[in-house]
């Protein structure tokens, strides 16, 4: 079982890059998880998924080298994705992915097999992080980063990345060699937010992202406290993907998928 899970673990983030946006503001010299309030080590933030295509719900499943969609049943099939938990690891410099972000393991659930190591960004200035990009989950790619600046409530600035082909998916895109993607965001300033785990005061940033095949939108809800409350991308005119926080759990320190998996069913 520890051999299955690690090979898993590294199959799914070997060959991902890190993909820095110029405009971000990173602490340079110190250990960027020592002054953070929200994605402290060994806390998960459990997110409800919903994916819409052309307006209608889907249910996401996983193989393990593919995804489908299929009809909504009340039956959980196998590798099916409902859910989607950010874990912040603990590790030491040497090994983060990206040396200057907090280390972050992804799950899909209720799957369970598939994960993602990435990075987070969080400091008085911005927080931002990486996108789940498992199997469907490359199409976000595609799409703005969930990224909050807080020097005021109506800010608007741009950003933009350059992707490769590893992202690409015939079902929705196919190119060669680096794709562009230009981005713009805009604070929206404040409201009250009903969710899962109650109302909340969140700052709302829409951003938009510009590639040659289309606009993706993602309007994010944010809460000095708990985060992002909700993520809601609309993507190339098709799809939509809402991730909306249903938890926030105390997990003590996590080094691998096998920790959360074995504390997970403590």
């Known amino acids: 079982?520890?051999?299955f899970i690690i090979i898993l673990f590294v199959i799914s983030f070997s060959g991902l890059q890190a993909q820095d946006y110029e405009s971000v503001h990173i602490e340079k010299g110190r250990n960027p998880d020592i002054d953070n309030t929200i994605f402290k080590t060994g806390r998960g933030f459990l997110y409800q998924l919903s994916i819409y295509e052309s307006g209608d719900e889907k249910q996401l499943v996983?193989?393990?080298?593919?995804w489908d969609f299929e009809e909504i049943s009340q039956e959980s099939s196998k590798g099916q994705v409902n859910s989607i938990i950010y874990l912040t690891a603990s590790v030491?410099?040497?090994?983060?992915?990206?040396?200057?972000?907090?280390e972050v393991i992804i799950g899909f659930e209720p799957q369970g097999k598939t994960f993602q190591n990435t990075g987070i960004v969080e400091n008085a200035q911005n927080i931002w992080l990486h996108p789940p990009r498992?199997?469907?989950?490359?199409?976000?790619?595609?799409?703005?980063?969930?990224?909050v600046k807080f020097s005021s409530a109506d800010l608007k600035w741009q950003d933009k990345i350059k992707i490769d082909q590893k992202w690409q998916d015939r079902r929705w895109a196919t190119w060669e060699g680096d794709q562009t993607i230009d981005l713009i965001y805009a604070n929206k300033g404040f409201k009250n937010i009903a969710s899962h785990?109650?109302?909340?005061?969140?700052l709302i940033t829409k951003s938009t992202a510009k590639s040659t095949f289309g606009e993706?939108?993602?309007?994010t809800y944010f809460n000095s406290e708990v985060g992002f409350v909700k993520m809601e991308y609309e993507?190339?005119?098709?799809?939509?993907?809402l991730l909306e926080l249903v938890e926030i759990k105390e997990f003590g320190e996590i080094l691998s998928p096998e920790d959360y998996l074995i504390k997970k069913r403590r």
Do not use: H
């Open 92 to 102: 030491n410099r040497s090994k983060r992915i990206n040396k200057k972000q907090t």
């Open 62 to 66: 996983f193989s393990d080298t593919d």
């Open 216 to 219: 993706s939108i993602l309007t």
């Open 1 to 3: 079982m520890r051999l």
């Open 197 to 202: 785990l109650g109302e909340f005061r969140c």
């Open 235 to 241: 993507i190339l005119g098709r799809y939509t993907v």
């Open 134 to 147: 498992s199997n469907f989950f490359k199409i976000l790619e595609l799409c703005p980063f969930p990224y």
